[in-house]
């Protein structure tokens, strides 16, 4: 299907994330029509963008994440207007990344923790 993002991720509690995966070695990112609008229709959901930025091969590349519902700004307007969520040099800290993408419950009290057997 157009537009669909590049990753779809089932975590540890059954809820699904979509994550579209970018590069660039400028400030534009070049989001498709079609990707854009998938971003935005599903903007209420858990929908991400990721985008790996290295001007120059000596540069140490950076990694930013971006809900889905900036998608129409970074397409216009290209990572130096847009504020990531999220950013890091690499080597990334993916646990920091994973934590806002795929957020556990730490509120309930009672629940299970994932890592639990029932």
């Known amino acids: 299907m157009p537009g669909v993002p590049d990753v779809l991720v089932c975590d540890e509690l059954g ?19 079609h990707q854009v609008s998938f971003l935005t229709t599903h903007a209420h959901a858990s929908c991400w963008i990721l985008v790996r930025q290295q001007k120059k ?7 930013s994440l971006f809900r889905a519902a900036q998608a129409v700004e970074l397409r216009m307007d290209g990572l130096t207007a847009t504020a990531p969520v ?3 040099p690499e080597p990334v ?4 990344f994973f934590a806002l993408m ?17």
């Open 102 to 118: 795929f957020p556990l419950p730490t509120d309930r009290v009672g629940d299970p923790t994932p890592t639990e057997e029932s």
């Open 15 to 33: 809820r699904f994330h979509m994550i579209e995966l970018k590069h660039t070695n400028s400030n534009a990112v070049e989001l498709r029509p």
């Open 86 to 88: 999220l950013s890091s």
């Open 57 to 63: 091969a000596t540069d140490v590349p950076v990694v």
């Open 93 to 96: 800290q993916w646990g920091d």
